[in-house]
């Protein structure tokens, strides 16, 4: 299993400005994940955060909005820039652990967001 | 339509059973999950099954899977408050090499005396 915590749980932001949310894991990992939560919504993968390379981002989510980080195998980043009510939302950070052709997944208590 | 459809809100009596029901489009889906979320948490992994099962059977929960229609519930008996929360059903495949979810949008159980 795995414990994450993310930082800050919620935040509330004023339009135009930029904020980073870090996930922390207890043990090492090979895949980490960041997805949105909509308001009503599934939840929509932003992009996987690969340890010593540049992120893999999904169709439609871009890196100068959703720059991420992961300096090591236990924590990363994603910060929101330039935010708008739009992307008021839940970020979670997910990991997956486990071997085989189905490993586990376990996601963060999410950051609640909002901008106004 | 969406890849991954549940309802959105389901209510029952405390001690009724609950039945949550998801329907998928990807027919080469390999793993199905239920999630749950409680307020203010993240999503808790409760209990998955391969595509080439039909049941699978976890104490108060019951998943049963209909390959054919492509469909997926998740019972739980006995329902208690402690259970009110939102369920997302999610599938995944080996598409690209990783078995990366994809979620519905949450059904919301709520759970009565």
């Known amino acids: 299993s795995a414990v994450i915590s993310q930082k800050p749980s919620r935040d509330i932001c004023q339009r135009g400005t930029s904020l980073t949310i870090q996930c922390q894991v207890d043990?090492?990992?090979?895949?980490m994940f960041w997805y949105r939560q909509q308001p009503g919504q599934s939840l929509t993968l932003i992009a996987t955060a690969n340890q010593g390379s540049e992120a893999t981002y999904e169709s439609g989510f871009v890196i100068d909005k959703f720059p991420i980080s992961r300096p090591n195998l236990t924590f990363s980043t994603l910060t929101v820039s330039n935010m708008s009510p739009e992307d008021s939302s839940i970020y979670l950070c997910?990991?997956?652990?486990?071997?085989?052709?189905?490993?586990?997944?376990?996601f963060g208590p999410g950051t609640r967001l909002t901008v106004t | 339509g969406e890849d991954v459809e549940q309802s959105l809100f389901l209510s029952v009596r405390e001690g009724d059973s609950s039945v949550i029901n998801c329907t998928y489009t990807d027919s080469s889906s390999t793993y199905l999950y239920w999630y749950k979320q409680e307020p203010g948490a993240g999503l808790q992994l409760l209990t998955y099954?391969?595509?080439?099962?039909d049941m699978k059977q976890d104490q108060r929960l019951t998943v049963l899977l209909n390959k054919k229609d492509k469909h997926l519930s998740l019972r739980i008996a006995d329902t208690q408050t402690g259970d009110s929360a939102i369920y997302f059903c999610?599938?995944?495949?080996?598409?690209?090499?990783?078995?990366?979810?994809?979620f519905g949008r949450g059904t919301s159980l709520i759970v009565h005396p």
């Open positions: 999610a599938e995944s495949s080996a598409a690209g090499g990783s078995y990366i979810p994809t």
């Open positions: 099954i391969f595509s080439n099962m």
């Open positions: 043990s090492q990992v090979t895949m």
């Open positions: 997910s990991v997956e652990t486990g071997q085989g052709a189905r490993d586990e997944q376990y």
